[in-house]
């Protein structure tokens, strides 16, 4: 379980905070609606999984305006994501880190 969230999404416009290197990720099986939005899962994540990121209001009107499936859940490691399956690796290279847990897991947003 997540103990404590941190985030790194300060403003979704800022310079710094992205993704460098290789990700991994395992397909968990779920997967949002076609209208969701990234700030959807940020919602899902705190009203349903309990999972505090401490994001605002302002930032999540900011998540709003992309589309889910921009984002992915994605690990620094290959043993990171084999807890939630059979891991392959993704190319998520400058993708904005939106936040992180504990347990090696990000979640990347391409901005278009």
Not at 3 to 11: V, Y
Not at 68 to 91: C, F, I, S
């Amino acid at each position: 379980m997540i103990k404590r969230i941190k985030i790194l999404l300060e403003s979704i416009y800022s310079d710094n905070k992205y993704w460098k290197g290789k990700a991994y990720r395992s397909d968990s099986g779920y997967s949002h609606g076609s209208s969701d939005t990234a700030g959807d899962i940020i919602r899902y994540e705190r009203d349903e999984l309990g999972n505090d990121y401490g994001i605002s209001e302002e930032e999540l009107k900011e998540l709003d305006k992309y589309p889910a499936r921009d984002t992915l859940w994605v690990t620094r490691t290959k043993a990171g994501a084999e807890r939630y399956g059979d891991p392959e690796p993704v190319y998520v290279e400058g993708w904005r880190i939106v936040c992180y847990d504990d347990e090696d897991g990000y979640l990347v947003l391409r901005e278009r």
